[in-house]
């Protein structure tokens, strides 16, 4: 593909209910970002993987917040038992390198909507 | 307290004006990104800096180590420009401002 995909696009969940967003990073990409925008907010940052390898969890709002990339390329971000305060847009991004200063390519977002 | 701030929030311009958004934080970085985000859409990198200038058509950054400090520049500005423009840094973690929202008229 030619950038980055997130799926799904939007998501409406029930109070407490489970989720799982996915990012597809561009192929070859080595650093995935996750990242929370709130509506009017800028993007915060949640986790961060080179390759298959979480290095960064800091930014993770709860222990109810879970990341993987398990072969180093699809990401999936789960939130459990979600909460209105989990409503935002998900944001992933991918960049070629290991260093946090490389050019950073983003996916369109998944709006999660939390009733 | 917010490690990035930008100015001003919200910008409103003529077709054609010079547009300057600002953009302060308060950290030792090793890089800071101009990101822009349409309504709706993603978001794009517009530039990476960590010394001096850059340029890319009308669209120019500046950066300032020492006073934490930095500009980006829009000449001509069109009404395809309008979006929100991010400054975002990377020191120790990352740290995002809340945009500035750019309007141009034709």
């Known amino acids: 593909g030619a950038g980055v995909s997130q799926s799904p696009r939007y998501k409406v969940a029930k109070r407490g209910q489970d989720v799982a967003l996915r990012c597809d990073p561009i192929?070859?990409?080595?650093?995935l970002f996750w990242y929370q925008q709130a509506l009017g907010q800028g993007p915060e940052f949640l986790t961060y993987?080179?390759?298959?390898?979480?290095?960064?969890k800091s930014g993770l709002p709860s222990d109810r917040f879970f990341a993987e990339r398990p072969e180093g390329s699809v990401s999936t971000l789960k939130i459990q038992r979600t909460q209105q305060e989990d409503s935002a847009v998900y944001l992933c991004?991918?960049?070629?390198?290991?260093?946090?200063?490389?050019?950073?390519?983003f996916g369109p977002g998944t709006r999660l909507t939390v009733l | 307290k917010n490690e990035v701030e930008q100015s001003p929030q919200n910008l409103t311009a003529q077709e054609g004006e010079f547009i300057t958004i600002n953009c302060s934080y308060s950290?030792?970085?090793?890089?800071l990104h101009w990101l822009q985000q349409h309504p709706g859409g993603g978001i794009v990198s517009l530039f990476m800096?960590?010394?001096g200038k850059k340029k890319h058509g009308r669209l120019i950054a500046t950066i300032n180590i020492q006073e934490k400090h930095s500009s980006l520049h829009i000449t001509a500005s069109h009404p395809r420009d309008s979006a929100v423009y991010i400054c975002?840094?990377?020191?120790?973690?990352?740290?995002f401002g809340t945009g500035t929202s750019l309007t141009v008229i034709p």
């Open positions: 991004a991918s960049s070629i390198g290991t260093s946090w200063a490389d050019t950073q390519y």
């Open positions: 950290v030792g970085i090793s890089a």
């Open positions: 800096l960590s010394s």
């Open positions: 192929s070859g990409h080595v650093s």
């Open positions: 993987f080179q390759n298959e390898a979480q290095l960064d």
């Open positions: 975002a840094i990377f020191g120790n973690q990352f740290y």
